[in-house]
């Protein structure tokens, strides 16, 4: 048994932020019904192929677990079978940009009327406003969301990051939405509009920054680097490289090897619980009760030497040795772990977070499993659908088309190369 077995998904995401929420929904045990245009598909299918001739990468690490229809959502059989759809799903998820849904004819008002249970979750770049014409991607959410312009260094430009928390990042918040409202439908016995504007997500996740921004207010932040440098600070949250800017200092600093190894680095963070601890481990006792060191405000303005101090130590050691060394003494630190390190790591094997999947095309590849675990609601990661893979079945099993009526959709070219399948 799943956590969200019996509810159905009419999903018509496509690209990265909806397929991530949906992909999280069938984990989570709902039927995920993907909606294709026929012979095209979703785009990333054919975006950044690695395997020629096989879905990319970029599809299959984003669409587990679904099953796929090819439908002409705008050809009238096509309507016709998606109406069915609406009535049959408990969820329609959709990041189209915006309007293109009521331009296919099915508005908030009339999903509605053929559904009254069904909650329509939605993924625009941005909320009602100016903007909420535009269309998104990634990148521009990082900058209109506050993260770009808080990451990076004083010195140099605004940097967006590897993270996809415009994409992904509003997938999951769409994801808590719609299962938000599947429980109040317990209750209400009704459906609800769920929205998320990528430019909220992004915000939501910056959330520090802002707070950062109020704090201006009070004064410089002490807790940024440049407070120690003496430079002066704008008139708004500055980028600060990689110190934490919170309650506990961090910066990441080079281990053994950083010359050759980009990614020799090593997270340290000067937890003031630990400081006593630190000190002993790189050889500093006398900082335990020295003027100017010993209490966490006395050490702001001197993170820069600290830091430094800290880094001649750890220099001497791999990002591993750091770690195994600080351990046990409760010190936070956090090796800089590469891509290849992370597909390669055993312990994300175990726990299922990194997974091997076949595929009929591409055959075996690695894959970011299911990183939320539920003791009571397992996941077993399966590829993704091939196009139209299960039209048939759908139109049959889901929607009960049988006989002359199935072939009469079959035959409308409302779904794609289904005739051939069915053949
Ligand atoms: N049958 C028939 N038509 C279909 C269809 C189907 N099964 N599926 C999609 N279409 C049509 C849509 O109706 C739309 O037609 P109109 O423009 O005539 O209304 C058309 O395909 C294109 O849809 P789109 O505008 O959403 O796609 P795009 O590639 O031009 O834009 C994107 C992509 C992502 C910029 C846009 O969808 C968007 O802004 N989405 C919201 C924000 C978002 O999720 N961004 C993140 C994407 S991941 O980086």
């Known amino acids: 048994m799943k956590a969200l077995d019996g509810i159905k998904v009419l999903d018509f995401?496509?690209?990265?932020?909806?397929?991530?929420?949906?992909?999280?929904?069938?984990?989570?045990?709902?039927?995920?019904?993907?909606?294709e245009r026929p012979g095209v598909g979703d785009a990333t299918r054919k975006q950044l192929v690695d395997v020629p001739?096989?879905?990319?990468?970029?599809?299959?690490?984003?669409?587990?677990?679904?099953?796929?229809?090819?439908?002409?959502?705008?050809?009238?059989?096509?309507?016709?079978?998606l109406t069915k759809l609406i009535q049959t799903c408990d969820v329609l998820v959709e990041n189209f940009a915006p309007g293109a849904l009521d331009r296919m004819g099915f508005s908030w008002e009339r999903i509605q009327e053929i559904n009254p249970r069904i909650i329509l979750a939605s993924i625009k770049g941005f909320g009602p406003g100016k903007y909420e014409d535009c269309k998104v991607y990634e990148n521009v959410a990082q900058c209109a969301g506050g993260s770009a312009s808080t990451t990076g260094f004083?010195?140099?430009?605004?940097?967006?990051?590897?993270?996809?928390?415009?994409?992904?990042?509003?997938?999951?918040?769409?994801?808590l939405g719609i299962v938000t409202a599947l429980y109040q439908r317990e209750k209400s016995g009704r459906g609800q509009k769920v929205t998320a504007a990528m430019q909220d997500g992004v915000l939501n996740l910056s959330r520090v920054k802002l707070r950062d921004q109020q704090r201006l207010d009070a004064g410089p932040l002490k807790e940024y680097s440049q407070f120690g440098e003496g430079v002066p600070f704008g008139d708004a949250t500055p980028r600060a490289g990689n110190d934490s800017g919170g309650g506990q200092p961090g910066r990441i600093l080079k281990c053994k090897g950083w010359e050759t190894d980009p990614n020799a680095y090593t997270y340290f963070i000067c937890q003031a619980a630990i400081w006593?601890?630190?000190?002993?481990?790189?050889?500093?006792?006398?900082?335990?009760?020295?003027?100017?060191?010993?209490?966490?405000?006395?050490?702001?303005?001197k993170l820069n030497e600290i830091f430094a101090r800290i880094e001649e130590w750890?220099?001497?050691?791999?990002?591993?040795?750091?770690?195994?060394?600080?351990?046990p003494h409760d010190i936070p630190v956090g090796p800089i772990l590469s891509t290849k390190e992370l597909i390669e790591d055993e312990g994300l094997r175990a726990t299922g977070t990194i997974v091997d999947v076949d595929h009929p095309e591409r055959g075996r590849y690695t894959s970011v499993g299911c990183p939320i675990k539920l003791s009571d609601s397992p996941v077993e990661v399966e590829r993704s659908p091939l196009l139209g893979e299960h039209t048939i079945e759908i139109l049959s099993e889901v929607l009960g088309y049988t006989g002359e009526d199935l072939a009469r959709v079959v035959d409308s070219g409302a779904v794609g190369a289904a005739k051939q399948a069915a053949e």
């Open 53 to 81: 001739g096989a879905d990319s990468l970029y599809f299959t690490m984003l669409n587990h677990n679904k099953r796929s229809i090819e439908l002409n959502s705008k050809n009238e059989t096509g309507k016709e079978v």
């Open 13 to 35: 995401t496509h690209v990265q932020s909806g397929p991530t929420c949906t992909q999280l929904l069938a984990w989570f045990g709902a039927d995920v019904i993907k909606v």
């Open 314 to 327: 750890t220099m001497t050691k791999t990002k591993f040795e750091v770690m195994d060394t600080c351990n």
């Open 154 to 175: 004083r010195d140099g430009p605004p940097l967006v990051t590897g993270a996809q928390i415009g994409d992904s990042g509003t997938g999951l918040h769409l994801c």
């Open 276 to 301: 006593e601890k630190i000190c002993d481990v790189i050889g500093e006792p006398d900082w335990k009760t020295k003027e100017g060191y010993a209490t966490p405000p006395e050490r702001l303005d």
